[in-house]
């Protein structure tokens, strides 16, 4: 069964600072992975999906990398801004996951003015 | 606009009352899915539906139903709600050759007293 882990589970920052936020997965061999934006009682918003063939994706000030044969993908935000103070998910979609998203339970940000 | 819809957004309810969440795509997706997401658990999928009338079992289905008669609708039924119960869900949507692609409504937060 894939484990999807992220560290850490909050943090803050000030504004202005680059923003790294982990993700690890057990299985690697997956479809793909994807970070999401999540604001409080809201819904989901996708912001970046990388192919299992893809180093990274890019769009914007946000950049997402992913390393398979380690199980890791990292999302960078550049130049954080309070707009950015959400919590960001990353799931990953596995072959025999019936298009089942494995979630890991998120990084809690907030950008300090 | 290409949208996954759910109502109702929030619902206050007693034990053993019967309700119905309701979500519709209008995107003619194949597959669709319903996820609960509690607090340090994350998003867990409940139940899922490959197409019209095809509906099968996710991670966390014990005391839900779905039905999916109509290839736009997925409704998630809570023939008695208990209080464990109470969390926020999500429906999500995709095209069959493109599972990643998952569009997620704007979520429904349900109390259970």
């Known amino acids: 069964k894939q484990e999807v882990t992220q560290i850490p589970a909050a943090l803050s920052v000030p504004e202005g600072e680059n923003l790294v936020l982990n993700c690890s997965f057990t299985d690697s061999a997956i479809y793909n992975l994807q970070w999401f934006r999540q604001d409080p009682g809201k819904g989901l918003t996708s912001l970046l999906l990388?192919?299992?063939?893809?180093r990274e994706q890019t769009s914007g000030r946000l950049n997402a990398s992913l390393d398979k044969s380690s199980g890791r993908s990292t999302l960078y935000i550049a130049a954080s801004q309070p707009g950015d103070s959400a919590t960001y998910l990353c799931?990953?979609?596995?072959?025999?996951?019936?298009?089942?998203?494995?979630f890991g339970k998120g990084n809690q940000v907030v950008v300090i003015p | 606009e290409a949208q996954v819809t759910q109502n109702p957004r929030y619902l206050i309810t007693v034990t053993g009352k019967k309700l119905t969440v309701t979500c519709s795509q209008n995107?003619?997706?194949?597959?669709m899915s319903w996820y609960r997401q509690d607090p340090g658990l994350g998003l867990r999928q409940i139940y899922y539906s490959m197409n019209v009338e095809v509906t099968d079992k996710g991670d966390v289905p014990e005391g839900y139903k779905v039905s999916r008669k109509e290839k736009r609708n997925f409704p998630l039924i809570l023939e008695s709600p208990s209080p464990n119960q109470t969390s926020l869900y999500f429906c999500?949507?995709?095209?069959?050759?493109?599972?990643?692609?998952?569009?997620f409504g704007p979520g429904t937060r349900l109390t259970v007293t």
């Open positions: 999500a949507s995709s095209l069959q050759d493109k599972p990643y692609e998952q569009y």
């Open positions: 990388i192919q299992s063939s893809q």
């Open positions: 995107m003619n997706h194949e597959y």
């Open positions: 799931a990953v979609s596995s072959p025999w996951g019936n298009n089942r998203l494995a």
